[in-house]
């Protein structure tokens, strides 16, 4: 079946324009995870959304970083007023029900310029 | 402490060697350890699971879970070049959240 998609694949912006970033879980997955990865380094917890509960937001580095998951499925990850900084690979992951198995999406490359 | 922590690396072997990738978690009440692996510029891709004590063998792969040290590990045999990559730990905790580990570096020498 599909896999996790994340679009735009790259994106390229101007320090303090805003940016969203979008993620397609795959069907019936009831959690889903935003991570951030810099060149070299590990992935850097952001967001999660399991199932009706309340997000789980306390990897969002700022109040520039937003994120909302809408029907259940679809992720968008909003950062308002880039900044160099913000660049980097963001990483979605869906999660099984049963087994809490995460598989990732291709990530988007975000370069602040 | 952090909740996952693994040797940073870079781990070197021999081809044909035996790679030993260990990880230790926080939370005595997590149930469920994974094995992720990424290769460079790439998204990582989940290649085991462990849920109880012991060992599980999936082709040169072999993942153990000692719970009551709060350890999880990966053995690769017969590594190959193509087994060089970061490989990331990662738990289920007690309050059913994902931790990854910062990962290890493993680099398979010809």
């Known amino acids: 079946g599909a896999g996790v998609s994340q679009s735009p694949s790259n994106k390229v912006t101007e320090k303090g324009k805003d940016v969203e970033l979008r993620c397609d879980p795959i069907s019936g997955h009831t959690a889903l995870y935003w991570y951030r990865q810099s060149l070299g380094q590990g992935l850097e917890f952001l967001i999660y959304?399991?199932?009706?509960?309340?997000?789980?937001k306390s990897g969002l580095p700022s109040d520039r970083f937003s994120a909302e998951r809408t029907g259940g499925s679809v992720s968008t990850l909003t950062i308002q007023r880039t900044q160099q900084e913000d660049s980097a690979v963001y990483l979605c992951a869906s999660q099984t029900r049963r087994h809490y198995e995460q598989y990732f999406g291709p990530g988007t490359r975000l370069t602040v310029t | 402490q952090k909740e996952v922590e693994q040797n940073s690396g870079p781990l070197s072997v021999p081809e044909g060697a035996i790679a030993s990738l260990n990880c230790t978690y926080s939370d005595r009440g997590s149930q469920s350890f994974f094995w992720y692996r990424q290769y460079s510029g790439k998204s990582p891709e989940l290649i085991m699971s462990i849920y109880s004590n012991g060992d599980k063998e999936d082709g040169r792969f072999t993942a153990q879970l000692n719970k009551a040290s709060q350890y999880v590990s990966l053995l690769i045999r017969d590594s190959q070049p193509s087994d060089s990559a970061t490989y990331l730990c990662a738990v289920k905790t007690s309050y059913d959240k994902v931790i990854f580990g910062p990962g290890t570096s493993l680099s398979v020498i010809p």
């Open positions: 959304f399991q199932g009706n509960s309340a997000p789980d």
